[in-house]
């Protein structure tokens, strides 16, 4: 953890101080204990007292009313004082399914395991990750295929690598229950299994019923061999897509979040999305030149779409593209357009849109990404940066080297106030720090260095 954030976090530890006092980007290192402990306490008693009435004036205690992100707080320790009942009801209340689910962890799951362990023949009322760590031998064999239809719903990317042979055992007893003896599985089986799925090999994908396609789509991620194998039944048209001499943009839209992982090749049975893959100069002077927008102007609707912008050639995108359009989208655009041709214009309409300023406001510099590596100093001109959560995110070393650094670093020390103290140093890090002005490296003060991460420290060194 940051020096500075544990200064941070020891001034209140209040969990809604600690919210309050903790910069954006440094959010996800607070400890989740300082998250949900005060909410937690504050039901469990309200459990507690909720209890004592029941047993005094026999009412029944809903616990169904507590917020998704109150129950995501559910540990062995804070449900320790609670009887078994209620935490049973707690742990029923956590099968929720779409926004409302419950998002846990394995630690949680097995914990709510050793409360519900002897009642195997009720999977159907607690949350389906829960079931991923069934004693199996348990549960009735009449009920095994009801068992697998609830498992189907449950992320088997909970597992950890110690428990992930748990995996292979739920599909060898999937296999048994459901009679399955070759690679070739049912329509009925797939429905079955549900986001097993996920976890099949490339055999599976190839030779079961195309119904598994849709299973895959809800997959947190595919190994490059799953990858492989559904381009592959794709390409042999053995799918309700057909063969890809009939494939449309439709085809794109359906396949989800499948089409993100098939390689270049897939994408040449499309004519109008060929031209993604023609990148290079040469390429692009066999494009149409247009001055006029065809292809219809770009929405948020349009942004949004899965294959946007790959209909869209360098001459419509720029003549499509409304600057009024970027400045309303821009994060759907920065999460969109990924290719430095298309980066370049987005930016350029950005200027556009705020021309009459002269100033591009800081909450939309903060968005701007991997995107912020394809501007010109034309566009940092304009850009306001006065806070560090700005300073932090354009030297963000994820979204690829900055060369012009010191200009950003230039623009941030022209505010009244703004030095290089820790926080900005550690914000702008490694390389980065080369960038800096010997005067200004001989400025910073002792104590900041202190405070500095280690390769920061170190690469700051090699500077001077």
């Known amino acids: ?261 098939m390689s270049s090749t897939f994408y040449d049975y499309f004519n109008t999305v060929k031209r993604i893959y023609c990148l290079t100069k040469n390429c692009f002077s066999f494009c149409v030149s247009a001055t006029d927008c065809t292809l219809g102007f770009i929405t948020r609707v349009t942004i949004v779409n899965l294959t946007f912008p790959l209909n869209y050639d360098i001459s419509q995108f720029t003549s499509c593209l409304n600057s009024t359009i970027v400045k309303d989208n821009l994060d759907a655009l920065v999460y969109q357009v990924q290719e430095q041709n298309y980066t370049t214009i987005v930016l350029s309409k950005l200027r556009q849109a705020y021309n009459a300023s002269g100033i591009i406001p800081e909450d939309q510099v903060q968005i701007l990404g991997a995107m912020s590596r394809s501007a010109t100093m034309a566009d940092i001109n304009m850009w306001n940066i006065t806070q560090i959560d700005t300073l932090s995110s354009l030297m963000d070393p994820s979204n690829g080297p900055w060369d012009p650094a010191k200009a950003i670093i230039s623009k941030y020390l022209s505010v009244k106030g703004n030095s290089l103290g820790s926080v900005a140093l550690n914000a702008i890090g490694g390389p980065n720090l080369c960038a800096l002005d010997v005067v200004a490296i001989r400025n910073i003060l002792v104590e900041s260095i202190n405070l500095l991460n280690g390769p920061g420290l170190y690469l700051l060194g090699g500077c001077c």
């Open 1 to 261: 953890m940051l020096p500075i954030f544990s200064q941070i976090i020891s001034v209140n530890t209040s969990n809604v101080q600690v919210i309050q006092n903790v910069p954006d980007d440094l959010a996800t290192e607070i400890p989740r204990s300082l998250l949900f402990q005060s909410v937690w306490e504050i039901n469990q008693n309200n459990l507690q007292m909720g209890l004592s009435r029941a047993n005094s004036v026999h009412v029944c205690v809903c616990v169904c009313s507590l917020s998704s992100s109150v129950l995501q707080g559910f540990t062995c320790t804070g449900v320790r004082k609670i009887g078994n009942g209620q935490v049973k009801n707690l742990i029923k209340a956590c099968r929720r399914s779409g926004s409302r689910k419950v998002n846990l962890v394995e630690s949680q799951l097995t914990c709510m395991y050793t409360y519900i362990k002897d009642d195997a023949a009720s999977f159907n009322l607690y949350p389906p990750d829960v079931l991923l760590y069934y004693d199996y031998s348990l549960v009735p064999q009449g009920s095994c295929r009801a068992y697998f239809t609830e498992l189907g719903n449950a992320d088997f990317s909970v597992f950890s690598p110690a428990l992930s042979y748990l995996r292979t055992a739920l599909f060898e007893n999937a296999k048994s229950c459901l009679g399955i003896t070759n690679t070739s599985l049912t329509k009925d089986s797939i429905s079955v299994l549900g986001n097993m799925c996920c976890i099949l090999d490339a055999s599976y994908i190839l030779n079961s019923d195309s119904s598994i396609l849709e299973k895959l789509k809800a997959c947190p991620s595919l190994t490059s061999a799953q990858a492989a194998a559904v381009q592959a039944r794709m390409t042999n048209g053995n799918t309700r897509s057909g063969a890809p001499s009939v494939w449309t943009e439709q085809t794109l839209k359906d396949l989800g979040m499948l089409s993100l992982y």
